[in-house]
C-alpha cells in the first residue's frame, strides 16, 4: 500500500533538552491512555477520534491537520489510520533525510559537514526503524511498535550534534511532531484493541 499526502507542514516547536526528552517519550510510549470509546463513522475516523488521539500530543491542531493532510484519512478505520500516521512519518523523515544530505555537499567548514553526515547516518536508521514499524503496524502487532518514540530520539540527537543557528530546527519539529502524531495513533489503538 502506497500512500501520499499533499501539502507540507511547517511550525515551530519548542527545542527540548536531550536530558528531558527521554523521560517525555517514556510518557508518550508508555504511559496508558486507557481505554477510549471507538468512535466510527459509517466514513471512517471520526473527527472526535483524531482529536483524542491528537490531545495526546504537543500540539493537537498539528497533529490533526498532520492527519488529515491525507484524503484518505476521512474514509480510513483505526488501522488503516495507522498505516497512513507511519507513511506520513516516513515521508517526513524521507523529506529531512534529502534536505541533510544536500546540506552535506553544500557545507564548506569541515566540523558543520561532519555535524550533517551524522544526522545523514541517523536519518538512515530513522528510516529503516519507520519501515519495521510500517511492518508491524500491517501485521496489526500495535504492542510491538517502538520504533517511533526510538526514531524521535534519534531526531533529537541529530539536532543536538548541530550548531545552535543550524538551519534544521523547522524540519526537525515537522519530523517529531510528525512522529509523535504517529506514536499517539498507534497508542490509541492499543488502548481500544487491549
Do not use: W
Request: charge should be negative.
Amino acid at each position: 500500500m502506497s500512500i501520499g499526502i499533499n501539502g507540507k507542514h511547517s511550525h515551530r516547536a519548542h527545542k527540548k533538552k536531550e536530558n528531558g526528552v527521554l523521560s517525555y517519550l517514556h510518557t508518550l510510549c508508555c504511559s496508558s491512555y486507557g481505554v477510549f470509546s471507538l468512535h466510527l463513522s459509517h466514513s471512517g475516523v471520526a473527527k472526535e477520534t483524531l482529536a483524542s488521539i491528537c490531545s495526546q500530543t504537543q500540539n493537537q491542531e498539528i497533529c490533526e491537520s498532520i492527519l488529515e493532510s491525507y484524503p484518505g484519512t476521512t474514509s480510513a478505520d483505526l488501522p488503516a489510520l495507522s498505516l497512513i500516521s507511519i507513511n506520513l512519518t516516513m515521508k517526513q523523515g524521507s523529506s529531512n533525510l534529502d534536505t541533510l544530505t544536500k546540506f552535506v555537499g553544500n557545507s564548506t567548514e569541515p566540523a558543520l559537514k561532519e555535524s550533517f553526515r551524522n544526522c545523514v547516518n541517523l536519518y538512515s536508521s530513522i528510516m529503516e526503524s519507520l519501515k519495521a514499524a510500517y511492518q508491524l503496524s500491517e501485521a496489526g502487532e500495535y504492542l510491538k511498535i517502538s520504533q517511533l518514540g526510538e526514531s524521535m530520539i534519534l531526531v533529537y540527537k541529530c539536532e543536538n550534534g548541530l550548531l545552535v543557528d543550524s538551519p534544521t530546527g523547522s524540519i526537525t519539529a515537522d519530523m517529531i511532531i510528525t512522529c509523535e502524531t504517529s506514536a499517539s495513533v498507534n497508542q490509541y489503538i492499543i488502548g481500544v484493541v487491549h
